[in-house]
DNA sequence: CTGAAAGCGCTAACAT
DNA sequence: ATGTTAGCGCTTTCAG
């Protein structure tokens, strides 16, 4: 079982050098494993046991094929192999270019995905090209199942995907059914930020939400319910956020307009905190001596060496290993499950005692 | 020419419902052509001329089989058909994942490529993912061309890289044979940006550098020719910086502990120049009041409406757009050109007259 | 306007 | 250990 992937490792080591005898470059043609076979006088069958490094050739004719194909600059081609496989073994990953907690996930996935024998084939979100249009480009490739990071589909279109291939929903919460869904656990997460906080002496605490963002309603509540359980109803504040900088720089801008703005603030993401973080700066407030904030996500924001934020995790590792494990039980039969991870408060320096 | 793309623009539209005669789903087989042309009397070839929209099938038999084609949830196998195509019309691209610049490029080559009737396949670049890793997934998948971005390739890989798939490198500057180039002009840009801030009055101007980063050196020269056609070469500063907001960072720390530090700096690119601005805000200083900054690449970061980043532009969708055009010619055999793009300025927010 | 048949580059039985 | 053969799902002549 591990064999292919050892082989495709190899395959990626060996640097392209290419030989004097290279033949025709230029034209839109590419050796072909008949080329290859040609070459060597033997068989396509004996060049496709080498190429894929299967057990069945003699060491001296694996050499051989092996050292004729680096001349020729052959490269196996992935369509006609998978297309022969009864299996593909794509998994298909559909992920938002401007998230860099996307691109956090969007590694670890391509990693998962290899260790299990698997391809990952990206496909990208943006302004200029809907979730459908990345979506279908997946189906296309039949991949064995997709993984959508973030997805802002509605439950009848995932209900109506999840019909025609696999679907895992990632980081998100969603009752579509026949989809599984593997996430953080928000309200937690949410949680722990607010016991951090109240711990640290803080009474008023904002939270700047993600307004329609999927995953913002669990976040919201859970901060609600958390702020209630320390017996902080009514100081708990819910501003209308979003997901980008500035959606928290205009949260702040707002709040610290208040009479008595709030000592801490969380924020729905990284990148939300971001524009906090900015706008306090700019404002000469000192963080956290006079303001603490808390982000969600742990991504490459948070992490930024002066920057130190104080996030929660959802481990994107593990979140993206988990996802892969989900697309492959579904495809292999398996029904849909939803998988709640348990974030995890990375203190960092954003974070400290409330003024007094 | 322009059906098949019409063709598919429908495809993409028709939202995707399931009939109740959906059959077996679940199992991992998804509907073939052959099941199509079963289900509605036909043979694969007339299925195969109504799913790409070309001319040869009567109105009635087009409805009708689209009709059935939608309630199977049938999706045509894009290896099959691109394996079967002589040339396979896909154009690879390699792109940072963590690079906010290349989002806005990648974004853009997708459109571009569709405009021409290609496809753009996407291969990520991560810290656990290196960009031979990505550049021989795009080889596997038979592309046409390939477009990297950024590429941190050596000269020797990228020559041998060119030799198997027509290759042409996006935003840096190679002396590498036989790939093409599309560039903005890095000299001009900072010379533009220096010219600015000389305008405003400033003298002691700080460069904080890309280190070792592809154009890192076009920057500085450009940087150093510019202040000395204005004879400030005595006050012209250049700092070594990087591609990260961390970079940008420490530059800033370093030069803030100057003496009499700058006036104005100019960042290699956005991430770095966000870095610099975080430092400024956190010290007190006032942009653009005590100290200008300007960034490159018109990202998205220089974009966010309370940064106001005043920044040089090298226009995502032009380079995009001339990228793909470049690939497709060089796909058609004609040979790899540099194509140079000049840069423009963007004022905005962070530049203001030196203070006296 | 519609169908039959060949084959894209590869892999997987099955021979030898 | 090596070769032969038959397709994977599609497009594309070429006939009807």
Avoid: W
């Avoid at 100081?235 to 008595?260: C, F, H, K």
């Avoid at 000592?263 to 939300?272: H, S």
Wanted: a neutral charge; hydrophobic letters at 40%; proline letters at 6%.
């Amino acid at each position: 079982m591990g064999e292919p992937e050892e082989a495709r490792a190899e395959a990626e080591q060996r640097s392209p050098r290419t030989s004097a005898t290279g033949g025709k470059r230029g034209n839109g043609t590419r050796p072909t494993m008949a080329d290859v076979a040609r070459a060597a006088g033997t068989s396509t069958a004996l060049v496709s046991i080498v190429m894929r490094g299967v057990p069945g050739a003699s060491e001296a004719t694996r050499q051989r094929i092996m050292r004729i194909a680096d001349e020729l600059g052959y490269v196996p081609d992935q369509r006609a192999r998978k297309l022969r496989q009864s299996s593909s073994r794509v998994l298909g990953v559909s992920f938002e270019l401007q998230q860099p907690f996307h691109g956090d996930l969007v590694e670890h996935v391509y990693s998962a995905a290899a260790q299990r024998g698997y391809e990952a084939v990206i496909s990208a979100v943006a302004p200029s090209r809907s979730e459908m249009t990345s979506v279908n480009a997946l189906l296309r490739e039949r991949c064995e199942a997709a993984i959508l990071l973030g997805s802002g589909l509605e439950p009848e279109e995932l209900t109506s995907l999840a019909r025609r291939v696999p679907t895992v929903v990632v980081a998100r919460h969603t009752d579509a059914s026949g989809v599984a869904v593997v996430r953080g656990d928000d309200t937690a997460g949410i949680a722990l930020a607010v016991d951090h906080l109240v711990a640290l002496g803080h009474r008023r605490i904002a939270h700047i939400d993600g307004a329609g963002a999927p995953g913002s309603s669990d976040r919201r509540l859970g901060f609600l319910e958390a702020m209630g359980r320390h017996g902080l109803q009514d100081s708990a504040d819910v501003i209308a956020g979003g997901l980008t900088e500035t959606a928290g720089a205009e949260g702040m801008r707002y709040l610290l307009d208040r009479p008595s703005p709030p000592t801490a603030v969380i924020a729905f993401n990284d990148r939300c905190a971001t524009g906090v973080l900015d706008v306090l700066a700019r404002h000469g407030r000192d963080v956290p001596g006079d303001i603490s904030v808390v982000g969600y996500d742990d991504s490459r924001l948070a992490k930024i060496p002066h920057v130190q934020m104080t996030t929660v995790s959802q481990n994107p590792e593990q979140l993206a290993k988990t996802a892969v494990a989900a697309a492959l039980d579904l495809a292999a039969g398996r029904s849909p499950q939803e998988i709640v991870l348990t974030p995890r408060l990375v203190e960092r320096a954003t974070t400290g005692p409330a003024p007094s």
